[in-house]
């Protein structure tokens, strides 16, 4: 009806018609006035100032190389890793070293106090493998629990070069991520239903995709020799910091530890930017798995998904406040709960095309990245939908999806029910 469209007001700048939806800002598609309202977010600290610069140039090179730059590992990987293996040679040499004083020094206080103080460090500075640490809000599925899940997780595996995961863990943030634990490297998949709620079936495929094309590509960072030498840097680091508000002894002790702090903090920063490009370049890597499991369109179609996750959050804490503000009552609370993730997709899915363009727009202003791990996010679009395209090919049928949503259908419960209960405050 006529009277259902949306308003319309000159631009300020060019005179043209601009539509006016209060739901969302208003903006000239023409001239460009007002599509960045808004001031972005400033990076916390240098090093993080630092390490957005670096990989949004990484990524714009990697964009600008093409085919070619994707194609092959720089020195850059192969230097990271032999000074992750540095760094682990060091915590040996500890371990050693404190062996032998142990053994050598058998029968002084001396001796055992400085075997002990070296074994002790080793042991903290040991590589660690992780665990499966969630919280009891946080559901741990395994193939048992989720059969159709996996299947899936399995066949777009198969098609990006890899293997799928050991276990599944549900979450409330608008995200998803992989990772490893154990001596034996079990896979996990932690999967975020404030994006996988919103998504299509073929768009889930894209993401695991993605995910998954973190291990066909040997992604450094993903590996346990690089990962595990950048904690053990953070923790000398952090052992090394001076002591606030010191006493006389403290403070020279503060400045005997100057030199060293800052050695080892130079190398934390020296293996963190070498394996910068790397990231910028799996991340790249991985959306050209997406796209060979899902379809280009599909990957395009998550890249774009991806600009609104930051309102995914604002909507699960305007959902908790409305919740706790309408009534104290558990029965309100179990009707939010109930519907909350069909009524976050229905939201995120009424966003218009229009909103996608002006968000793709401040996206390529602001130089914009999910972290400063990943290429600029309108670069990731960009290649996907001018290089070659992709047909599906893993195809959810509607069966498949009914089910795997009803194998989520606790899950979706349990972590509804956190975000009804902790996302006001």
């Not at 409330?172 to 992989?178: E, I, L, P, W």
């Not at 791990?373 to 679009?381: E, I």
Request: aromatic letters at 6%; one cysteine or more.
């Amino acid at each position: 009806m006529e009277s259902e469209r949306p308003a319309a007001k000159a631009c300020p700048d060019c005179g043209q018609s601009v539509p006016v939806d209060p739901r969302f800002v208003t903006w000239c598609a023409a001239c460009g006035w007002n599509v960045d309202p808004g001031a972005p977010e400033a990076p916390e600290g240098r090093l993080e100032a630092v390490r957005r610069r670096l990989a949004r140039r990484h990524g714009e090179q990697l964009f600008a190389e093409g085919a070619d730059g994707l194609a092959r590992k720089d020195a850059s990987s192969v230097l990271a890793r032999a000074l992750a293996l540095l760094v682990h040679a060091v915590t040996l040499g500890l371990a050693v070293a404190g062996t032998a004083v142990l053994v050598s020094g058998i029968g002084t206080f001396s001796g055992w106090a400085l075997g002990l103080l070296l074994l002790g460090t080793a042991v903290v500075l040991r590589p660690r493998f992780g665990s499966l640490s969630t919280t009891v809000e946080e559901p741990v599925l395994h193939r048992a629990d989720a059969p159709q899940l996996f299947g899936l997780i399995d066949e777009v595996a198969a098609v990006v070069g890899t293997r799928g995961v050991d276990a599944v863990v549900i979450e409330a943030d608008a995200n998803a991520s992989v990772s490893t634990y154990g001596i034996r490297q079990r896979r996990v998949l932690r999967l975020g239903l404030g994006l996988w709620e919103v998504l299509t079936p073929r768009q889930r495929v894209a993401l695991l995709g993605h995910e998954l094309g973190h291990y066909a590509n040997g992604d450094t960072r993903h590996g346990a020799i690089v990962h595990n030498a950048l904690r053990s840097l953070s923790l000398w680091v952090y052992f090394l910091s001076p002591t606030p508000n010191p006493t006389m002894t403290e403070r020279f002790a503060n400045y005997l530890m100057a030199v060293p702090r800052w050695a080892v903090y130079g190398v934390l920063v020296l293996l963190d930017q070498l394996t910068l490009r790397a990231a910028q370049r799996a991340e790249y890597l991985a959306d050209e798995a997406a796209a060979r499991a899902a379809s280009t369109d599909a990957a395009v179609e998550l890249m774009d998904k991806l600009l609104v996750v930051g309102s995914v959050s604002l909507e699960l804490r305007r959902e908790s406040v409305a919740a706790q503000t309408k009534s104290r009552g558990a029965g309100s609370r179990d009707e939010a709960e109930r519907g909350l993730w069909d009524r976050l997709a229905e939201r995120i899915g009424a966003v218009p095309e229009r909103e996608y363009e002006r968000l793709r727009r401040v996206a390529a202003l602001r130089g914009h990245a999910v972290d400063s791990t990943h290429p600029p996010t309108h670069l990731r679009r960009r290649r996907l939908a001018e290089a070659a395209a992709h047909p599906a090919s893993v195809r959810p049928t509607e069966d498949a999806t009914a089910a795997i949503d009803a194998e989520l259908a606790g899950s979706r419960s349990r972590v509804a029910r956190r975000v009804i209960r902790d996302y006001a405050g």
